[in-house]
C-alpha cells in the first residue's frame, strides 16, 4: 500500500484563507521529505523540502515541519492567494532517488 | 534552458498497437525515471535508471519497456498498448546524491488506450 497518507480533497478556500494539508508518511528510518505541486498543464515541481527531522522547508509562504514523532509533514500557508490553485503532492524518499507519493490534494482559492 | 522534454503531449492508441514515449534532459543528470499518475493513486514509478546502461522496474512496470542509451534520453515503450495503460506519463531526472535530490518533471503525455 501507499507509505505517503495525505487528506482528500479537493479543498476549496477563498482567497487569504489559512491552508492547512494533512501528510503522514511510514518508512523505515529517517526519509527526506518533500511537497511537490502541479499547476494545470505542467509537471510537477518541487515547493519545498525537509532532509531531517525538525527541520521546516519553506517557499513562496508555504511552510512543512518534519515532525518524527507524529510521521507528519503538513503543509501550510497563511494567507492562500487564487494563483495557489493547484494540486499538491508529499512525498518521501524511498531509496537512492526514489519518490514514494501521497495521491494528491486538489486546492481550489476563490476570489 | 529546456529542462526535461517530454513527447508527445497527447497520444491515443488502440488497443494492442504499440508506441514509444521520448524523454530527453539536458542537465546532465544521471537519474531519470518514469511515473504514471491516475486518479486518487499519486504517482507511481514505472521504471528508473540510475545512469546509461543501466535500468531497473519500480512499482508498476508491466507492460512497459525502458533502455538508457546515453545520459539524455530515456524513452519508454508500450509494447502492446491496454485500456488499463490510459494514464498520464510523467519523465523526471535527477542528480545522484547522497540523499534524494530534487526531482525535475517534463510536462508529462496524456495517453487514452481505446
Known amino acids: 500500500g501507499n507509505s505517503v497518507t495525505q487528506m482528500e480533497g479537493p479543498v476549496t478556500l477563498s482567497e487569504e484563507a489559512f491552508l492547512t494539508i494533512n501528510c503522514t508518511y511510514t518508512?523505515?528510518?529517517?526519509?527526506?521529505l518533500f511537497w511537490y505541486v502541479q499547476y494545470p498543464g505542467e509537471g510537477l515541481q518541487l515547493l519545498l523540502k525537509?532532509?531531517?527531522?525538525?527541520d521546516k522547508g519553506s517557499n513562496k509562504g508555504f511552510e512543512a515541519t518534519y515532525r518524527k514523532e507524529t510521521t507528519s509533514f503538513h503543509l501550510e500557508k497563511g494567507s492562500v492567494q487564487v494563483s495557489d490553485s493547484a494540486v499538491y503532492f508529499c512525498?518521501?524518499?524511498?531509496?537512492?532517488?526514489?519518490?514514494?507519493f501521497g495521491q494528491g490534494t486538489r486546492l481550489t482559492i476563490n476570489p | 534552458n529546456a529542462g526535461v522534454t517530454q513527447t508527445p503531449k497527447f497520444q491515443v492508441l488502440k488497443t494492442g498497437q504499440s508506441m514509444t514515449l521520448q524523454c530527453a534532459q539536458d542537465m546532465n543528470h544521471e537519474y531519470m525515471s518514469w511515473y504514471r499518475q491516475d486518479p486518487g493513486m499519486g504517482l507511481r514509478l514505472i521504471h528508473y535508471?540510475?545512469?546509461?546502461?543501466?535500468?531497473d522496474q519500480g512499482e508498476v512496470p508491466n507492460g512497459y519497456n525502458v533502455s538508457r542509451s546515453t545520459t539524455e534520453d530515456f524513452p519508454l515503450r508500450l509494447l502492446s498498448a491496454a485500456p488499463s495503460q490510459t494514464s498520464v506519463y510523467f519523465c523526471a531526472s535527477s542528480y545522484l546524491g547522497g540523499s534524494v535530490t530534487e526531482a525535475f518533471f517534463g510536462q508529462g503525455t496524456r495517453l487514452t488506450v481505446v
Open positions: 535508471s540510475v545512469g546509461a546502461g543501466i535500468t
Open positions: 525537509a532532509t531531517k527531522a525538525d
Open positions: 512525498a518521501r524518499g524511498g531509496g537512492a532517488q526514489k519518490l514514494v
Open positions: 518508512a523505515t528510518g529517517y526519509p527526506s
